[in-house]
């Protein structure tokens, strides 16, 4: 995305009504776009989905984010994937905001404050005592939820983890259709797991994809 100039601005949490999150963002990001001045826009000149950049002229907003990743989605008995968005905190928008840094004190004006906090749908900002000002995110919190943001508008596409090492499943397809076997092991990037399957009168390690197998019956 185009260069931003160097202000100060910080990454805030807001808390929002649930099921609401894609409402607060479309209802900010509208008001931020009416000014085209006001847009950044990526080099292809196509706006993320609910990841706006913006030049501040809007009460202090220089970006709004929703955190996404996308995940491939296994069906029992199916090995096909489906790559699906999921919302990393659902519940929750990111606000990157300019902050004053008046006699050494860098905070969000009360007015830029006050716009967000009176949006419909939003509850709170995350962070600080009630009736204090919010508390930001600290860079190295901020880097981890916009790597993974990243790596969604990049097309990283991540396997859905639904079991867990030591929970016993059933395979249901394959050369050991049938057979229970203790997870060992996740490898989340190619959606494999390794399990333990007793066979030819002893244990063996078997690596399958997640589509193979389904969760036990008790």
């Not at 029992?76 to 919302?87: P, V």
């Not at 007015?111 to 508390?135: H, N, Q, W």
């Not at 860079?139 to 969604?152: F, H, L, S």
């Not at 990049?154 to 059933?170: A, F, R, S």
Request: hydrophobic residues 35%.
């Amino acid at each position: 995305m185009e260069e931003i100039e160097d202000i100060k601005t910080k990454w805030y949490v807001v808390q929002v009504m649930s099921g609401k999150e894609n409402i607060v963002f479309r209802t900010l990001d509208f008001i931020c776009s009416e000014d085209p001045a006001n847009v950044v826009l990526p080099p292809d000149g196509v706006k993320k989905r609910f990841h706006s950049v913006f030049r501040g002229l809007v009460h202090g907003i220089y970006e709004i984010n929703i955190p996404i990743e996308i995940v491939n989605e296994f069906k029992n008995g199916d090995n096909k994937k489906k790559a699906t968005e999921r919302k990393l905190y659902p519940g929750y928008v990111l606000f990157r905001m300019y902050v004053e840094g008046e006699d050494g004190s860098e905070k969000m004006r009360p007015a830029d404050l006050s716009f967000i906090k009176d949006t419909k749908g939003v509850i709170s900002f995350i962070g600080g005592e009630r009736g204090k000002d919010p508390v930001p995110l600290s860079p190295e919190e901020a880097d981890g939820m916009m790597k993974v943001r990243n790596e969604a508008d990049e097309g990283v596409v991540k396997p859905k983890v639904i079991y867990n090492v030591g929970e016993t499943v059933k395979i249901i397809n394959g050369g050991f259709k049938d057979m229970d076997g203790v997870i060992e092991a996740i490898d989340e990037e190619r959606g494999r797991l390794t399990l333990s399957v007793f066979c030819f009168g002893r244990y063996n390690s078997v690596d399958i994809d997640f589509g193979q197998v389904e969760r036990a019956q008790e």
